[in-house]
């Protein structure tokens, strides 16, 4: 009876913490992020003022349904080739656009999140990667007093069951 | 009846501290703000609503028919925000380089009250007619203590002391 009640009194207080941590993962202004499943490690902006996220592209190249693109140069100018899942209308300072949509596991903090990406060159600003609010509606807080308060930790997921048609990263030795 | 033992009336007592402390003592540290929330610009108390924009380095109010004479920024509100003119010392420059083009922009110091916080904050000022929203809050202003949670909008509407809205 003791042990019981000792138990469940134990519970009770740790209760609010785990509960708590389980909700919502607290991020800076910029963060690790990890592209699943390739393991490549970026910094990204986390920005409450994006409706979607977006990844820098360069000589992105266009044939059908699939995209092609590299990675900046500082990410070895990774290939990737993806399925374009849809087209995003932007307006932007420079006018009207369009930019291919894919769809990317994204690992921030120790959650794996399957998110839309929008494909653009970004090559004067200074993140490659922007997490917008598609994102962040997965129970992130943002605290802009604070910067790379996660590290990205997540399983790298087996390579058959992705629908890329990319190389992906051999797993870590 | 049950009588207690101390020590058990001690540890409920502490369970019953540790669960209600944690929210409170969470509540007091930060403000949660949505993805968009009404602020007021004060003295006037005009409601604006705000993109909570953690991309944005500097806050951002929507000035028309701006013009920067002797030191001092004149310019109005949009209309549907009842577009009263306002003369404000600049305090800044904001220089914005772009490949297209550069520009400068005023930057002022405005009160504004976010969710139960009155504060003091700069903003560069800027046409903002063709975005929907005609104040942007940005990171200078969000470090006064603010968290963003982007799952809400609107949650912490406007309640400083000894301000009404109009």
């Known amino acids: 009876m003791r042990h019981a009640l000792c138990a469940l009194l134990f519970f009770i207080l740790l209760a609010p913490g ?7 993962i607290t991020l800076g202004t910029v963060e690790e992020v990890i592209l699943l499943p390739w393991g490549v490690k970026l910094l990204a902006r986390i920005d409450t003022g994006a409706t979607t996220t977006s990844l820098d592209a360069r000589e992105l190249k266009i044939e ?23 087209w995003k209308e932007v ?11 894919v769809d990317m596991d994204l690992c921030i903090g120790s959650r794996q999140i399957r998110a839309r990406v929008n494909l653009n060159d970004r090559s004067e600003v200074k993140y490659p990667l922007i997490i917008g ?3 962040l509606k997965h129970h992130f807080i943002v605290d802009v007093r604070r910067a790379r308060v996660t590290e990205p930790e997540c399983p790298i997921p087996p390579v058959d069951k992705k629908p890329v048609l990319s190389e992906p990263l051999p797993a870590p030795q | ?37 009404d602020v007021l610009l004060l003295p006037w108390g005009i409601k604006l609503p705000a993109r909570i924009d953690t991309g ?16 001092f920024a004149k310019f109005k509100l949009g209309k ?39 504060i003091r904050t700069r903003v560069n000022l800027n046409d903002r007619s063709k975005v929907r929203y005609p104040l942007l809050i940005g990171r200078n202003t969000l470090k006064e203590n603010f968290v963003v949670d982007c799952m809400q909008e609107r949650c912490s509407p406007p309640a400083c002391p000894e301000v009404s809205s109009k």
């Open chain 1, 133 to 135: 609010r598609n994102v």
């Open chain 1, 64 to 86: 059908g349904k699939v995209v092609e693109f590299r990675l900046p140069d500082r990410y070895e100018g990774r290939p990737f080739r993806l399925p374009i899942i849809e």
């Open chain 2, 1 to 37: 009846m049950v009588v207690m033992k101390p020590r058990w009336i001690f540890l409920l007592f502490f369970v019953t501290f540790y669960w209600g402390a944690s929210d409170v003592l969470h509540a007091g540290e930060k403000i949660v703000v949505g993805e968009v929330e």
């Open chain 1, 18 to 24: 785990v509960i708590r941590a389980e909700k919502e």
């Open chain 2, 80 to 118: 549907q925000y009842g577009g009263m003119q306002l003369r404000l010392p600049i305090v800044d420059w904001l220089y914005i380089r772009s490949s297209e083009a550069s520009e400068q922009r005023p930057i002022v110091e405005i009160d504004l009250c976010i969710g139960p916080k009155r």
């Open chain 1, 91 to 101: 307006l932007s300072a420079e006018g009207r656009g369009r930019r291919p949509v």
């Open chain 2, 56 to 71: 944005a380095a500097l806050s951002s109010l929507d000035a028309r028919d701006l013009k920067a004479e002797d030191g």
